[in-house]
């Protein structure tokens, strides 16, 4: 009789299929993803509640040396006591009536600010401050839109009348209108004349220029010493048309005067305006603001002084 051998039996190892890594992976993913937004969620936590802490802490101090100094509000953050000023800005007026003033806390991109009419942390930046990680930019031009009067304004090339026109804006309720009579080449204004000292830096100048269809203007950023940055010529389609200046150059602080013009291209009698005049440190081209607008500031009297601002 045959011996009858049992047969062997073997487990077979099976491996993950496609289909399956492809969930674990999704798996590992959709909770990498959840501990990253709740890392994150506590993290921007953390950073806001520091800078409500901050900029509660730096107020109760701008309160108390004015409560000490007759209301007056401290020249800064140092002269308050604050002797960690990281992260904060502050700005005053012990002119204005009342008497105003701002401090923002900036944690990252969190950034709260107290004011003498917000009295609790207020999100965002008070005007004039940087807020969530973006600085802000300085239009240097005094007087940029021509609002009250022709301040800063010092006169014009021969043939020339200068004028503020309520009738004409581009931006606020006035521009700066030049009517020339013919009798000069180039004839034309020299507009907003910025005097003081700059650093040596790269500048920027833009303006809004409105003409009588077919006139042909050019616009000319000057420092002090020569360097013109000059516009190609262009054609008036009768609308604002805004003027893009090549960036400039300075290589010395001593610097002391801009003047942004505008002139014709040739002999001819006309009329043209210009408005919305900005000068900036840097090559970029911002949209135009100035210290009337949203969350901006004017470094000085309104409408004759350098305005700081966001610059969205």
């Known amino acids: 009789m045959s011996k009858i051998w049992p047969v062997p039996t073997t487990t077979a190892s099976r491996g993950f299929t496609i289909v399956e890594l492809l969930i674990v992976i999704v798996v590992i993913g959709i909770l990498a993803a959840i501990t ?16 409500q802490s901050a900029v509660s802490q730096a107020n109760k101090k701008i309160l108390t040396y004015a409560a000490e100094n007759a209301d007056q509000y401290p020249p800064s953050l140092e002269a308050a006591g604050v002797t960690n000023t990281q992260g904060l800005e502050y700005s005053h007026n012990n002119d204005a009536t009342p008497r105003t003033y701002g401090v923002t ?29 973006i600085a802000t930019i300085t239009n240097l031009i005094a007087n940029p839109s021509v609002e009250v009067n022709t301040s800063s304004i010092t006169g014009a090339a021969g043939g020339v009348v200068i004028s503020r026109d309520t009738a004409q804006s581009f931006s606020g309720v006035a521009s700066l209108r030049a009517v020339t009579d013919g009798t000069q080449t180039g004839s034309g204004t020299q507009q907003l004349t910025l005097a003081g000292t700059y650093p040596a830096g790269t500048y920027k100048a833009t303006m809004y220029v409105k003409g009588s269809t077919g006139v042909q203007l050019y616009g000319i950023l000057r420092p002090a010493g020569g360097g013109d940055a000059v516009t190609p010529a262009i054609t008036m389609t009768g609308g604002w048309q805004r003027f893009e200046l090549p960036a400039i150059t300075v290589t010395s602080s001593t610097t002391t005067q801009f003047s942004l013009m505008v002139r014709t291209t040739a002999a001819v009698a006309t009329t043209f305006w210009v408005d919305a005049a900005m000068l900036v440190e840097g090559s970029t081209v911002y949209p135009y603001k100035d ?22």
Not at 36 to 49: D, L, M, S, T, W
Request: no cysteine; glycine share 20%.
């Open 36 to 51: 990253i937004v709740a890392f994150n969620g506590v993290q921007n936590k953390a950073r806001a509640g520091a800078a």
């Open 291 to 312: 210290g009337t607008s949203g969350n901006w500031a004017w470094n000085g009297t309104a409408h004759n002084s350098a305005s700081t601002g966001m610059p969205l």
């Open 105 to 133: 806390a900036t944690n990252g991109m969190s950034s709260f600010y107290i004011s003498n009419t917000a009295p609790q942390p207020t999100g965002g930046g008070y005007p004039g401050h940087s807020a969530g990680g």
